[in-house]
């Protein structure tokens, strides 16, 4: 059975940057596509970037576009979201999600927590 388990979050203040990592076992994220997303209290959950598990191409969200950055390392079968120049609206539980192809996510980690404040 395949996990996915996020790491990285954290305080940090605005301006500042932070790198989540979500690491698979159990499935080859080679042959995943892989979403990250994000939950605030209140707030529905929000698609923010994706990464094919085949030719490697990448959507984002407007709302982090030109901030956020996600890359795949297969050799460590892990894929990393680098965010920087963060704002307090980023606050959130950031979610990773592993699926075979964008929308239909099979996989989902169990979150971690990032809180952008002063």
């Known amino acids: 059975q395949g996990e996915l388990v996020e790491s990285g979050g954290g305080l940090v203040q605005p301006g500042g940057s932070l790198r989540l990592s979500c690491a698979a076992s159990?499935?080859?994220?080679?042959?995943?596509?892989i979403g990250w997303f994000r939950q605030a209290p209140g707030k529905e959950r929000e698609g923010l970037t994706c990464i094919s598990g085949g030719d490697g191409s990448t959507l984002y969200a407007d709302s982090v576009k030109g901030r956020f950055t996600i890359s795949r390392d297969n050799a460590k079968n892990t894929v990393y979201l680098q965010m920087n120049n963060l704002k307090p609206e980023d606050t959130a539980v950031y979610y990773c999600?592993?699926?075979?192809?964008?929308?239909?996510?099979?996989?989902w980690g169990q979150g971690t927590q990032v809180t952008v404040s002063s």
């Open positions: 159990g499935l080859d994220l080679d042959y995943y596509d």
């Open positions: 999600a592993a699926g075979p192809a964008r929308g239909y996510w099979d996989y």
